[in-house]
């Protein structure tokens, strides 16, 4: 019997969740650190909405390729 490996879908998918879910763990310490009354600094909101938005759109996309790659089987 062949070893059976993981599915390239599978494998793309948990990369984009993991990375989501990696920078949403950065931002959240970073943004916890910038609050502290010792670093009184300014983000600019551009850029704070993309580090928002950037790890729901890498968990959503990951979940869609899981999703997609699923149905058409690869």
Known sequence: MAAT???PYVKLAST????????FTLERFGLSQ???PSHP???????LSVL???PVV???AGAMV??????RRL
Request: hydrophobic content about 65%; cysteine-free.
């Open 58 to 60: 890498l968990v959503l």
């Open 5 to 7: 490996g993981t599915k």
């Open 41 to 47: 600094l300014h983000v600019s909101g551009a850029l």
């Open 34 to 36: 910038f609050s502290s």
């Open 66 to 71: 899981f999703v997609v790659g699923r149905m």
């Open 52 to 54: 928002v938005i950037a």
């Open 16 to 23: 984009l969740v993991l990375v989501g879910m990696g920078i």
